[in-house]
């Protein structure tokens, strides 16, 4: 099998175009990851995401973790075979959503449901409130059992509105455990016969100073690539793009970067602008089961009126099942009765549309006209 390599093909200012091999397949960038979290993209059985174009998917560990349990997945052989996906896994290690039970949340006895220790995380279920302690350590033992061609480091990650001395503390764990989960990676063989890449993550909410540090500790450390986590948690469209700007002198060029949880068309390629090549977000399945869909001409909801006769498709030109073969009138009225084909539909059209954005991202970078079609997209999507 393959093992993990990043080649950077071509640049258009500072937006790259580029392909990552693991041992089950390609993926060409900028890519967008559908998320599937469980072990499952809402929804969607494994051969519509593949069909729709997805080169790589994204799933868990907190979740996967907690349900059905990583002795589970190895029983199976791993995630791929557990959820059938034939192409390339990125879990994430967990360590938002642990940490994002702390954010404000608290027993019965107003304590917080998260406990900070220099060597991990104790933490309760938010589905049954038992006690768990996460590290280093058991996070890269967990990804190892799943399987996923790309893990990330265990981090701490804090709220946006946390407090400079917090935000370093949380920088400077981040830091030592990078550094553990590296050297525990590197002890643990892969389970299954393939590499496995492990990706650290750069910390620091948007504090400058803690940005530059973190990202050039990060970048000297030996991970196969590298993640800017800690944003798009609260803070402006502005902020975001000055911390990306202040990163990305920081960031190794040969390594992919991987902004994690953006996933808004406009933030993508402020992004992309700024020299990240992949990214990952709930939002094409959240918002499709919602009834909202993305087109090039902007969003639609198809719970409006307007649409209840509409015979057209969602977006002409798209070449996704849902527009292929059914009227907006229909998939509104699905909507409408919580039917799960409408919902279905919906999500498979946004994961499309976000395929088809990726690709024209990738085709302006080989033809240097990033920018021109940035300015268009973003006119016609706004307008």
């Known amino acids: 099998m393959e093992k993990f390599s990043f080649t950077l093909e071509k640049t258009d200012g500072k937006a790259r175009l580029g392909k990552i091999t693991t041992a089950h397949g390609e993926i060409e960038t900028p890519v967008f990851m559908p998320v599937g979290t469980r072990a499952s993209v809402k929804t969607l059985a494994p051969y519509e995401v593949k069909d729709i174009g997805a080169e790589i998917i994204l799933g868990n560990t907190y979740h996967l973790y907690l349900r059905p349990g990583t002795s589970i997945i190895k029983k199976h052989g791993g995630l791929h075979r557990f959820m059938n996906w034939g192409g390339p896994i990125l879990t994430d290690s967990g360590g938002f959503q642990v940490f994002s039970l702390g954010f404000g949340a608290k027993d019965k006895s107003g304590k917080s449901l998260v406990h900070i220790k220099e060597d991990g995380v104790e933490f309760r279920s938010h589905l049954d409130g038992s006690k768990h302690f996460f590290t280093p350590k058991s996070v890269i033992q967990m990804q190892k059992e799943i399987g996923a061609d790309i893990m990330m480091a265990f981090d701490e990650c804090a709220p946006a509105d946390a407090s400079y001395d917090y935000a370093r503390d949380a920088m400077d764990r981040t830091h030592r455990w990078a550094k553990e989960c590296i ?201």
């Open 183 to 383: 050297d525990v990676h590197k002890k643990i063989k892969p389970i299954y016969g393939y590499e496995q890449a492990l990706f650290g993550i750069v910390q620091g909410v948007t504090y400058k100073d803690l940005r530059v540090e973190s990202a050039k500790y990060i970048s000297s450390l030996d991970f196969d690539g590298v993640a800017i986590g800690g944003l798009a948690v609260g803070e402006s469209e502005k902020v975001r793009n000055e911390t990306l700007d202040t990163v990305e002198p920081y960031l190794p060029k040969d390594k992919p970067r991987y902004l994690m949880g953006v996933g808004f068309p406009q933030d993508i390629l402020n992004a992309v602008e700024r020299g990240v090549d992949m990214f990952d977000c709930v939002l094409p399945t959240r918002l499709g089961r919602n009834g909202t869909v993305w087109t090039y001409d902007g969003r639609l909801n198809l719970l409006n009126a307007k649409h209840a006769a509409d015979l057209g498709p969602i977006e002409k030109g798209c070449d996704c099942y849902a527009c292929q073969n059914f009227s907006r009138s229909y998939i509104s009225h699905l909507t409408r009765e919580g039917e799960v084909l409408g919902l279905r539909l919906a999500s498979l059209h946004n994961l499309r549309f976000m395929m088809r954005f990726m690709g024209d991202i990738r085709k302006s970078i080989k033809n240097n006209e990033f920018q021109v079609f940035r300015k268009s997209f973003i006119r016609k999507f706004e307008g």
